[in-house]
């Protein structure tokens, strides 16, 4: 990869990167079903997405997003 995608780590990072890139309306390479650390189940509609019940932020960045493995929380309400 020569995006630089994959040296971003931190899940505020990956938003941020994402956003700048305006590319936070892409959907997902593959089905990424989120188990929230509140106990909450979903599958991420957008590379950015939150949590349906705690509006924890999840990210992956479009070319990673194949892997449910590379989505990181954010923070609450981050995007
Ligand atoms: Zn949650």
Do not use: R, W
């Not at 630089?4 to 936070?24: M, N, P, Q, R, T």
């Not at 509609?45 to 070319?63: G, K, L, Q, W």
């Amino acid at each position: 990869m020569s995006c630089g995608c994959s040296s971003l780590k931190d899940g505020k990072a990956i938003v941020d990167h994402v956003k700048y890139k305006g590319k936070e309306n892409h959907q997902p390479l593959a089905p990424l079903e989120i188990h929230c650390e509140c106990g909450e189940k979903f599958t991420m509609p957008t590379v950015i997405a939150n949590c349906p019940n705690c509006e924890m932020t999840y990210a992956v960045t479009p070319c990673s997003s194949d892997n449910i493995e590379n989505v990181k929380p954010a923070g609450i309400k981050y995007a």
